[in-house]
């Protein structure tokens, strides 16, 4: 079974930064392309960031390049989301996904497996 963990939300003033966390077990995280996605109150679940497994690949959202980043630690079962300029527009419940794809998926119907969530509160 595949578990996602997720970690490192919390409250933040505008301008401020987190990092996220997403540690996995279960399978082999080393061979997965990673996505973090986020909800909103109101608004559809939205991707935000995705890497693929080596890592070469990866991509963002128009909404936070330049101020988030995506990276991985293959030996440590464990990815991040570097978040820097947080904006109160920014706050979600941020997921981490996995999928067993080559190429960085954007959908939340592609990704296999979720982790449960960890808040984003960006206060102005």
């Known amino acids: 079974q595949v578990q996602l963990v997720e970690s490192g939300g919390g409250l933040v003033q505008a301008g401020g930064s987190l990092r996220l966390s997403c540690t996995v077990s279960g399978r082999a995280f080393s061979t997965s392309t990673m996505g973090w996605f986020r909800h909103s109150p109101g608004k559809e679940r939205e991707f935000v960031a995705g890497i693929n497994w080596n890592p070469t690949s990866s991509a963002y959202a128009d909404a936070v390049k330049g101020r988030f980043t995506i990276s991985r630690d293959n030996a440590k079962n464990t990815g991040y989301l570097q978040m820097n300029s947080l904006k109160p527009e920014d706050t979600a419940v941020y997921y981490c996904?996995?999928?067993?794809?080559?190429?960085?998926?954007?959908?939340?119907?592609?990704?296999?497996?979720w982790g449960q969530g960890t808040q984003v509160t960006v206060s102005s």
């Open positions: 996904a996995l999928t067993y794809t080559r190429v960085i998926r954007t959908a939340p119907h592609e990704y296999d497996y």
